[in-house]
């Protein structure tokens, strides 16, 4: 049963859970402004880890303000409970919304239909910062159970109702690294077995055979006119985040459909910087040696361990693009052991292969963001920006 009350916040209704927490809508009593508030689990379903991720989310967020990168409001720890308070994103993730029919399209009444309809059927998670591990690039069912929620009855109410004082809540990501600091554990690190379960985040399905070509009504669906336009413009928009973070000298390290939400306004928004790190003091291996990211979409230098810069967000925005114009991803494979030596040693197929009908100019930059080395890519979000509008 979900909480009424997290620290300044009431909670409205539930928006989607997770293996490390919860999301929740709520409101903010001192402000009467509506947040999605993440709040993670303790017990058994501890996680130091999460914890850590998450006071540096917002230290990394506070001082941003761009139209395609989400806004983060809060964090804090509630009795024992850490938790974030950020922007609101009603919408879908980008393969959601790419996925999408051209009369759910039709209007602006029409795509938000759809999105109340994906989110209250338990199709997809409202909110992109869905509560997951470091690796975990499966995205979040919602609670199937939760129905409508008018908020227009709160916007008669008083910011403060209700609203006294701390509630047994402590503010800042000090207060939150504190906690995880007395509930520590010994990481785990990524095991080295073959037997270990890939996070693939599959636009098809995890039972989907590996190199599974696109079926002809598959390939009609991938090249709608309509489809490729709002790809592009996906693309433009996510182009416009990656070079204003990378413009302070940021690096998402994470970045996968399942980060990227489109709202009712068709707004980008890039989510979830629980792994972003400063080029400054950036490796792409924690202290302890774990891997950190999302297997399908890491750059080679991600997986040699090696320093990383902007590129290897430029890579993984390759991969993003090449699967959402080929139906299925450039590498796959059912161990991490093979995934990675596809990634280091083979060539992806030809999107034109796999689509005969594939967009060329999108094509041909999906695989030239893909390559092995950095210095071969695109060397900025804006020259990719740049090869898109060509």
């Known amino acids: 049963m979900a909480p009424k009350v997290i620290g300044p916040y009431r909670v409205l209704e539930t928006l989607g859970s997770g293996g490390v927490g919860t999301v929740y809508r709520a409101i903010d009593r001192r402000t009467g402004e509506v947040a999605a508030l993440k709040l993670l689990s303790t017990g058994p379903a501890l996680d130091p880890r999460a914890a850590r991720r998450l006071a540096r989310e917002f230290e990394t967020l506070q001082h941003m303000s761009h139209p395609n990168v989400v806004k983060v409001y809060d964090t804090g720890v509630f009795q024992g409970y850490p938790y974030l308070a950020m922007e609101l994103v009603?919408?879908?993730?980008l393969r959601h919304y790419l996925a999408l029919s051209e009369e759910d399209l039709a209007s602006d009444a029409a795509l938000a239909r759809a999105i109340s309809a994906h989110r209250h059927v338990g199709s997809t998670p409202v909110v992109g910062p869905a509560a997951e591990e470091d690796s975990d690039a499966d995205e979040e069912d919602e609670d199937a159970n939760s129905g409508v929620f008018?908020?227009?009855a709160f916007g008669e109410e008083s910011p403060s109702e209700e609203y006294s004082g701390s509630d047994s809540f402590e503010e800042g990501p000090d207060r939150v690294r504190a906690w995880a600091d007395l509930a520590d554990e010994p990481?785990?690190?990524?095991?080295?077995?073959g037997e270990l379960k890939l996070p693939f985040d599959l636009p098809i399905g995890d039972d989907r055979p590996v190199g599974t070509r696109p079926s002809e009504s598959e390939i009609d669906r991938l090249n709608t006119p309509e489809r490729i336009g709002r790809l592009?413009?996906?693309m433009l928009q996510l182009c416009e985040a990656l070079a204003y973070i990378h413009g302070y000298g940021l690096i998402h390290r994470d970045l996968k459909p399942s980060n990227v939400m489109v709202d009712e306004d068709r707004t980008v928004r890039l989510m979830d910087f629980g792994l972003a790190k400063y080029i400054s003091d950036?490796?792409?291996v924690t202290a302890d040696g774990r891997l950190v990211g999302t297997f399908r979409y890491m750059a080679p230098e991600q997986i040699l361990g090696e320093k990383l810069d902007t590129r290897t967000d430029l890579y993984s925005l390759g991969v993003i693009l090449y699967e959402l114009l080929a139906g299925r991803p450039p590498f796959e494979a059912r161990t991490p052991y093979e995934l990675w030596q596809k990634v280091l040693e083979t060539e992806a197929t030809p999107i034109s292969t796999l689509n005969s009908r594939s967009d060329r100019v999108l094509s041909r930059v999906a695989h030239r963001l893909i390559r092995k080395e950095p210095d071969d890519?695109?060397?900025t979000a804006e020259e990719v920006y740049e090869a898109l509008i060509e």
């Not at 009603?90 to 993730?93: A, D, I, R, V």
């Open 377 to 379: 890519r695109f060397q």
């Open 90 to 93: 009603e919408g879908l993730t």
């Open 150 to 152: 008018n908020l227009a």
């Open 187 to 193: 990481d785990t690190p990524v095991s080295m077995s």
């Open 232 to 234: 592009k413009d996906a």
């Open 282 to 284: 950036d490796g792409a």
